[in-house]
């Protein structure tokens, strides 16, 4: 075993400093798991096999370097990016005057990290053990959707969580296998963890689904079956418009009336007092119709927003004859509250009663529509009728002086 315990080298610091600021200027945020701190980790892991590890000096410090600098081709592009990192190991060694032999090997290492890189030596075991350390960390699930995120982030691949923990047991238990003695002795336990991890997350997954799935059904297959809801909705849409409807004609109503009672209150203050006039007198006539058809559209507008309470009372026998309509204030508004529970209950206890009750609350309800769109449209042919004959009499009265 090695003493490792020494401070590292000066170049392989310079290349941490290197990767630092390479990455801190050059990589893209949307590497939330290839970046620094997945360098950092591969070190950690390297740092590790080393100290358990018979190691040459000179090949521990090619070891350290590689791993500083193995992932430094991502700031250029993924696909290859060894090839680059390999590249970027290469100028940094040769501006710092790296022997040849080191340079090879760092570059020799680098390229050992493609993932189905079959290694041939004990080196290129040891780095491509420490880049797949985190299969074994207790930090797995953490940085695994960091990878998901990151291949999302560069349109490479759309994981579902499903379909990335599908992905993972496939790594797991048909690609990944750890070549060092010290990994298959030291690290195999928590990666075995994490793979049941793996498969009890897909099993909680799968049961949700399939709740998910069986509640959508019985949804669908109570909703076909049962058209209770659209009943409902048909009733409450409907009795929602009614009175929409009421409202607008009231609304409308209310219009005309301020509308007119303007016209009286300045025929009263401006034209009247002035009519004893003999040079008014002329004007007698269309004040005097402008005013009559002002008072029949105020009469009529008052009429169709005029309400019609009946008398309040109804009796047991035409509650069980289904007579009397107690959804309407009209027809309860005098009876004792027992009486009135009583007859709600029975309404409540029988479910036809119930949507019966509603039909005719609604058919009353059309019925009161019908007789105040009827005086409204009255109301305003009258109005539009007092409007043209008055000004036509104004005219007339003008031109007869």
Known sequence: MSEVA?????????????????????????????????????????????????????????????????????????????????????????????????????????????????????????????????????????????????????????????????????????????????????????????????????????????????????????????????????????????IKLSDIADTKANILLSVNAIIISLALANIIPKLDSVTNRHLMIPTLILVLFSVASIILSIMSTRPNVTSGEFTKEQVKKREVNILFFGNFHKMAYDQYQWAMNEIINDKNYVYESLTKDLYLLGVVLNRKYRLLRLTYTIFMTGIIVSVISFVIAFWSI
């Open 6 to 242: 020494e401070k590292p080298s000066e170049l392989v610091q310079k290349a941490d400093e290197f990767v630092l600021k390479l990455f801190k200027e050059k990589l893209p945020n949307t590497f939330l798991y290839h970046n620094y701190n997945h360098t950092l980790r591969v070190v950690k892991s390297t740092k590790e096999i080393i100290e358990h590890s018979e190691i040459h000096v000179k090949d521990k410090e090619a070891l350290l370097l590689s791993a500083w600098l193995h992932d430094t081709g991502y700031v250029v592009k993924v696909d290859g990016h060894e090839e680059e990192s390999a590249r970027f190991a290469e100028e940094f060694l040769k501006e710092n005057n790296a022997d040849s032999e080191l340079i090879e090997k760092v570059k020799k290492l680098i390229l050992a990290t493609k993932f189905d890189f079959e290694t041939s030596d004990n080196l290129e075991s040891i780095l491509k053990d420490a880049d797949a350390s985190h299969f074994a960390k207790d930090y797995f699930e953490e940085t695994s959707e960091f990878l998901r995120q990151e291949l999302q982030l560069q349109g490479i691949a759309n994981y579902t969580p499903t379909e990335w923990i599908n992905e993972n047991i496939k790594m797991f238990t048909e690609q990944h296998k750890f070549h060092t003695d010290y990994a298959l002795k030291n690290w195999k336990e928590q990666k075995d963890q994490n793979l049941l991890d793996l498969l009890e997350s897909k099993k909680k997954k799968a049961k949700k689904i399939r709740k998910e799935e069986t509640k959508a059904q019985l949804k669908a297959k109570y909703k076909n079956e049962s058209p209770e809801r659209s009943i409902q909705t048909l009733y409450r849409v409907t009795l929602r418009n009614h």
